[in-house]
């Protein structure tokens, strides 16, 4: 499924908008807004950046909920790729 591009230039639906000539992405997580400056003005190397900032903070809350929880505890986030969508659960 290819992506859909706003008349931005960027993906429509990725979380990337544009703010003084670089690309911003944001991102949610288990309910938690993140907001991060991709230092780039390429789409793609965007999405690259978004992907790693994901991988980064399902991660990082995997290793919260295993430390303060004894249950499983999965975290579900969407990662928007150039071929498509997919999706990342990650539990603990």
């Known amino acids: 499924m290819p992506l859909r591009y706003a008349d931005n230039g960027l993906p429509e639906k990725s ?5 003084r000539g670089v ?27 978004k992907n790693a900032k994901i991988a980064e903070l399902v991660t990082h809350e995997a290793a919260i909920a295993k430390k303060g929880s004894s249950s499983w505890t999965c975290l579900k986030t969407t990662l928007r790729t150039w071929n498509g969508v997919s999706k990342i659960v990650a539990c603990t």
Do not use: H, M, S
């Not at 979380?15 to 703010?19: C, I, S, V």
């Not at 991060?36 to 390429?42: A, E, F, L, P, S």
């Open 15 to 19: 979380g990337l908008y544009w703010k």
């Open 23 to 49: 690309i911003y992405v944001a991102i949610r997580v288990n309910e938690k807004k993140y907001v991060y400056c991709t230092r780039t003005d390429k789409p793609k190397e965007a999405l690259d950046v």
